[in-house]
């Protein structure tokens, strides 16, 4: 599937500066960030160990050219984050591949306004997410980087497969910039329990990462 590098120029340019989306640079305190990372983390090694009668089901598996994705538990996950998060899952935004599809299963619950972030090219997008990104609701962006969102901007932040082959030096960028833009919480999907990681050469499973 051929990808190729988005315009991030075009992207960031048309942010503006009202709504959401702001080029701030205000910082939120380490210890709120450090909490809201440590939340993600726990809820990430919950789900890690849970047992197949919650999300374990090997065969409903994202599955892209050899390695696994953690979509289909996203969606899975969702009603069960909703009972958990309550208000806090009013404003959602999700980061990583297959934001449209995660963002499109957000938007038909009740009461839940949601926005994503695609860090890879959608050439081959389908109109549903082709009508996403014309919206605004879906951005293309290089999550390396400060994400075009104010402070506090979304009750709660879902990652999926975005932080996998970041560098050290990327991820403790990234993962403050997320804590940035969410008010209560960030829960992190990342690789699958039981299933060996894609090598080095095989870490373009979604395509070519957006780049500045």
Known sequence: MSRRPGNHSRRFGESGGGGLF???KSRPSPILSLGLIVLGALLFIAYSYSNS??????EAISRVEGDYSCTAEVHRAIPILKKAYGDSMHKVLHVGPDTCSVVSKLLKEEETYAWGVEPYDIEDADSNCRALVHKGIVRV???????PYRPKSFSLVIVSDALDYLSPRYLNRTLPDLARVSADGIVIF???PGHQRAKAPEVSKYGRAVSS
Do not use: C, E, R, V
């Open 141 to 147: 962006a290089d999550i390396k980087f400060s994400l």
């Open 190 to 192: 990342t690789g699958y």
């Open 53 to 58: 009668g919650g999300f374990g089901n090997h």
């Open 22 to 24: 702001s080029s701030s």
